[in-house]
């Protein structure tokens, strides 16, 4: 069986992205982009704020249409009157909207031209805050947010992490991929489905470092961007997830709680805290070997020839599964570089899974690092593909797909 993802799932729908003054503008240029790779056509609205961060030049040679900016221009409005492009769109997309322009969106102002085409469309509009996150946290902002939902409008993000200022919290924009991602069909609908509601997911991502010396460790490639992925997946649908991760340098997705952890025995004991929990998703880069002792002091180069004394690590995912507390679905993933499916499905069997996911990987585009993957999903009497994709659709689809085997 073949999963359902289609190549260009925004083809032909007709997106007007309206860009916020802030730092965040920058990431618009790439949403753009990424709109377009995903089949919309794009045009592009700016507020005065907004160009003082990014060129209107940029915009129009992403998105192929000219730039408007102001209500006064008279010879855009000659080309295509403001009304109009409130018309032409299927759906507005503000990004990056910041407290300001939610302020003004919520109370209806029409005092520029995107604050104009916002309350002049019909169509639903999709807001992706990005702000300082006190300002994201201030009871004002909160207000007129709860306002516009109560209107209907869709809320994209904002994420938890480092800021431009330098601090850290929640208010970042959403990456361009997540927002094009939920944007992109059944996403928007699963995210407001909340089928995983009342469930507790604990999901493993990132590598594991097994340290041989105070300077040197044995790791592995994994960026933790799948694992990531899905933990905010899994969290957008209602879940109540812990994310144990290994060292990767990635924002804590909303809503999700982690735990950071460096080795294969830090992170067997997270997870087993973690636990009891109705989903268990291991997509952490376990190293399967590791020193038998971290030596105190750096190790001299005295010989030509060094060996290094490792041991088995504990299988985490396989005592995880073998757990007598309900588990009600345990998935693992399999990273492979030949036969995929006889490893992947040796795997299933010998850890006792509910579901593997497996990756090809050692290959130029997705696996390790990449922000795009190509997976299939194994289980007992069935089996599904997913073409190659961001990992954020992948995670997505794959949520579907393990909602779909919770309730076979
Ligand atoms: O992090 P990214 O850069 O986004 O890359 C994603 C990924 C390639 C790391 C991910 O998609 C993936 O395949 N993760 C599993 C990688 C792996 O270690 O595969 P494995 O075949 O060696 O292990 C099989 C399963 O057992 C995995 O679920 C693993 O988490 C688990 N395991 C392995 C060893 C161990 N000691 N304990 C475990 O729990």
């Given amino acids: 069986m073949t999963g359902s993802l289609e190549p260009r799932p925004l083809h032909g729908q007709r997106l007007l992205v309206c860009v916020g003054g802030g730092i965040a503008a920058y990431k618009s240029l790439e949403l753009v982009r990424r709109l377009r790779d995903a089949g919309a056509e794009v045009q592009v609205a700016m507020t005065d704020g907004a160009q003082q961060f990014v060129t209107t030049l940029s ?28 018309r032409w769109a299927d759906r507005i997309v503000v990004a990056p909207a910041t407290a300001d322009l939610l302020a003004r969106l919520a109370h209806g102002f029409a005092n520029d031209l995107v604050t104009t085409l916002c309350l002049a469309t019909t ?31 869709q809320i994209i993000g904002p994420e938890d992490g480092p800021l431009a200022e330098g601090e850290s919290g929640p208010g970042r924009l959403s990456e361009p991929g997540d927002i094009v991602a939920t944007l992109a069909g059944g996403h928007a609908a699963t995210a407001a489905a909340r089928d995983l509601a009342g469930m507790r997911v604990v999901v493993s991502a990132g590598p594991t470092y097994e340290d041989l010396d105070p300077v040197r460790y044995l790791g592995n490639r994994s960026s933790g961007k799948m694992g990531f992925a899905v933990a905010a ?24 709680s982690r735990v950071d952890v460096r080795s294969a025995a830090q992170m067997r004991e997270a997870v087993l805290a973690a636990l009891p929990a109705d989903i268990y998703i291991g997509a952490a880069a376990v190293a399967d070997y590791a020193p038998r002792v971290a030596v105190p002091n750096k190790i001299k180069k005295t010989g030509e020839k ?30 492979e570089t030949e036969n995929v ?13 509910d579901m593997i996911i497996a990756n090809r990987v050692g290959i ?31 995670a997505d689809a794959l949520m579907d797909l393990i909602v779909e085997r919770l309730n076979a």
């Fill in 123 to 153: 169509a639903p509009i999709t807001v992706a805050p990005a702000m300082n996150h006190r300002m994201w946290q201030h009871p004002a902002t909160a207000a007129n947010l709860a306002v516009l939902r109560e209107r209907g409008v």
């Fill in 233 to 256: 997946s899994a969290a957008r649908r209602g879940a109540e997830v812990v994310l144990v991760a290994g060292p990767v340098h990635l924002p804590t997705p909303a809503g999700v």
């Fill in 341 to 353: 499916e006889h490893y992947a499905r040796g795997k299933l069997k010998a850890k006792r899974l």
């Fill in 59 to 86: 915009f129009q040679a992403l998105s192929g249409h000219p730039v408007r900016t102001s209500l006064w221009d008279s010879a855009a409005e000659a080309a295509m009157g403001h009304i109009e492009l409130a």
């Fill in 306 to 335: 060094l060996e290094l004394d490792l041991v088995r690590t504990p299988d985490i995912l396989a005592e995880v599964a073998a757990q007598t507390q309900a588990l009600k679905l345990v998935v693992g993933f399999a990273a």
């Fill in 364 to 394: 130029a585009e997705g696996g390790f690092e990449s922000d795009q993957n190509a997976l299939t999903a194994y289980w007992k009497d069935g089996e599904r593909e997913f073409a190659s994709a961001p990992k954020t659709r992948l």
